[in-house]
């Protein structure tokens, strides 16, 4: 496995997780918990900048 293929795994289950922590926390929740849907777009950061090295 090469740099890109594995920064490429890693970013698509980080947006993965990161869709699911949002979908759990918003949806799932009896009210709006916002510690789950801060986190779920944290995953999204960190998939971004992982696809930003990737592209170097």
């Known amino acids: 496995m090469n740099k890109n293929n ?9 947006i993965v997780l990161g869709i699911a922590m949002i979908y759990i926390g918003g949806f799932y929740a009896p009210k709006v918990m916002l510690p789950p849907i ?3 777009v ?11 090295l990737k592209k170097e």
């Open 42 to 52: 944290g995953f999204f950061i960190i998939a971004w900048v992982l696809n930003a």
């Open 6 to 14: 594995t920064l490429s795994i890693a970013s698509l289950l980080l």
């Open 38 to 40: 801060i986190t779920g």
